[in-house]
T-cell receptor, first 113, second 110 residues
Framework: DTGVSQDPRHKITKRGQNVTFRCDPISEHNRLYWYRQTLGQGPEFLTYFQNEAQLEKSRLLSDRFSAERPKGSFSTLEIQRTEQGDSAMYLC???????????FGPGTRLTVL | QKEVEQNSGPLSVPEGAIASLNCTYS??????FFWYRQYSGKSPELIMF????GDKEDGRFTAQLNKASQYVSLLIRDSQPSDSATYLC??????????FGTGTRLLVSP
């Protein structure tokens, strides 16, 4: 059990560029979550997958954000036309079986210049 | 009213003391409750989870849940400087997503 992994760990981009993040969940976990955390705040839910199906998406998530989990394993989160307000830590978590306990990856810190 | 509320702190305790962290939530339908520890610049690390009213102990940590009063607490016994971190309370309201408080910063002084 290697835990949740995320790539890259840090990303610096210029405003208007597109960025893509990857998350690999714990191998036996079928549920995968994306959260965003800004300084001084708790993580904020973005979206949730069960296997390959995206079952919930936050109303706060603009159309510039899209997430996929095509084979029910790893997931990608893409942000198009980045804005300075997108600067945050993007966290991925997974859970599995009968428990709803979520385990977080190390996060991807995005800085938009 | 925020869904999950925590005092932002900092809560300062001397080494060896008991640290008491509190959290209230607004959704009476909430099913499960979690405490995560987060060091500066790192991701949240699961400390405890609790589903039923009462106390749950794990080593130096005790989680307490009172659904009637809609509060959850975390006690840390024999606090150590390495416990200095932000403690996040999270609530699952039954729709799989976790709703987090803003966290309480704990400082344990040697």
């Amino acid at each position: 059990d290697t835990g949740v992994s995320q790539d890259p760990r840090h990303k610096i981009t210029k405003r208007g560029q597109n960025v893509t993040f990857r998350c690999d969940p714990i191998s036996e976990h079928n549920r995968l979550y994306w959260y965003r955390q800004t300084l001084g705040q708790g993580p904020e839910f973005l979206t949730y997958f069960q296997n390959e199906a995206q079952l919930e998406k936050s109303r706060l998530l603009s159309d510039r954000f899209s997430a996929e989990r095509p084979k029910g394993s790893f997931s990608t989160l893409e942000i198009q036309r980045t804005e300075q307000g997108d600067s945050a830590m993007y966290l991925c978590a997974s859970s599995g079986g009968y428990t709803d306990t979520q385990y977080f990856g190390p996060g991807t810190r995005l800085t938009v210049l | 009213q925020k869904e999950v509320e925590q005092n932002s702190g900092p809560l300062s305790v001397p080494e060896g003391a008991i640290a008491s962290l509190n959290c209230t939530y607004s959704d009476r339908g909430s099913q499960s409750f979690f405490w995560y520890r987060q060091y500066s610049g790192k991701s949240p690390e699961l400390i405890m989870f609790i589903y039923s009213n009462g106390d749950k102990e794990d080593g130096r940590f005790t989680a307490q849940l009172n659904k009637a009063s809609q509060y959850v607490s975390l006690l840390i016994r024999d606090s150590q400087p390495s416990d200095s971190a932000t403690y996040l309370c999270a609530v699952n309201t039954g729709f799989q997503k976790l709703v987090f408080g803003t966290g309480t910063r704990l400082l344990v002084s040697p």
